[in-house]
């Protein structure tokens, strides 16, 4: 009995939970997820993330390390969005006692 009501529990958490990631195709974000990034939020336009003829938030992707991360810088300050483990050892070389970087962020 509690093997059946465990599966089932897990059947319908699975049945019902639902992950918005994956990889998007740049060229058709207008096309497929434009519409969906403005219910949840979103306020940047399919022009501003990628546009062959104009700057977007495609120029401003950057290599880290050997080349197997990536980030966006997102502000006039340098500010970089990227995978904790992408920038792990950069953010504690940029640390001191006075500006703990992994602890207190930027």
Known sequence: MKKSLS????????????A?????LLNKIKQ???????????????????SINQASMKDAVARLGGGFCTGEIVSSEGL???????GYDAIQGF??????YLTDGF
């Open 7 to 18: 599966l089932a529990v897990l059947l319908l958490i699975a049945i019902s939970s639902q």
């Open 20 to 24: 918005h990631e994956g990889m998007w």
């Open 32 to 50: 497929v997820n434009e519409a969906e990034m403005r219910e949840l939020g979103f306020k940047l336009t399919a022009e501003d993330i990628y």
């Open 80 to 86: 970089m969005l990227t995978n904790h483990h992408c």
């Open 95 to 100: 640390s001191s006692v006075e500006h703990d």
